[in-house]
């Protein structure tokens, strides 16, 4: 198996803790390149008023508008989360290579749970996928952000 690179793992945990402490849903993405970070963000629904301004969703459209490509096929995308349905599809159309995700995500998870969007026989393109990484930190700063808020 592919070892995910430490120093970006360790960079969505500082991100996922900017969020919580930022009142949004602790989920952070990074796209990289190469193992060299080209983007990083968190979620900002909240601040945004946006449902749609996941991390992935937000990583993704700053490569696709700094490299002004219609494909990311050269970058990698890390997740505290396993991706939704509108970001995996968002990771299949942009042709991404791989996806390092790190907890899974049963309820609204598309990747190994819910939809499975690349296991749709038709998916636009099918990354590589690694899961579960460090996924008891990220779990539990999920869990203790929701907790919170009930």
């Not at 946006?50 to 991390?55: D, I, Q, R, V, Y």
């Not at 991706?83 to 790190?102: N, Q, T, V």
């Not at 749709?120 to 952000?145: R, V």
Request: hydrophobic share 40%.
């Amino acid at each position: 198996m592919l070892l995910p690179n430490k120093k970006i793992i360790d960079e969505l945990k500082k991100l996922a803790i900017k969020a919580k402490n930022n009142n949004e849903v602790p989920i952070s993405a990074i796209i990289a390149k190469k193992n060299k970070i080209f983007f990083s963000a968190y979620n900002t629904c909240h601040k945004t008023n946006n449902p749609l301004n996941h991390a992935e969703m937000i990583v993704i459209n700053h490569a696709l508008k700094e490299t002004k490509q219609k494909f990311l096929n050269e970058f990698d995308i890390y997740s505290s989360l396993e991706p939704c349905a509108l970001c995996a599809s968002a990771i299949s159309f942009c042709r991404i290579k791989r996806i390092f995700f790190c907890a899974y995500d049963k309820k609204f998870g598309s990747i190994i749970n819910g939809a499975k969007i690349f296991k749709i026989k038709n998916a636009m393109y099918k990354p590589k996928i690694f899961g579960g990484i460090e996924e008891k930190f990220f779990s539990q700063i999920l869990k203790d952000f929701f907790k919170n808020k009930r």
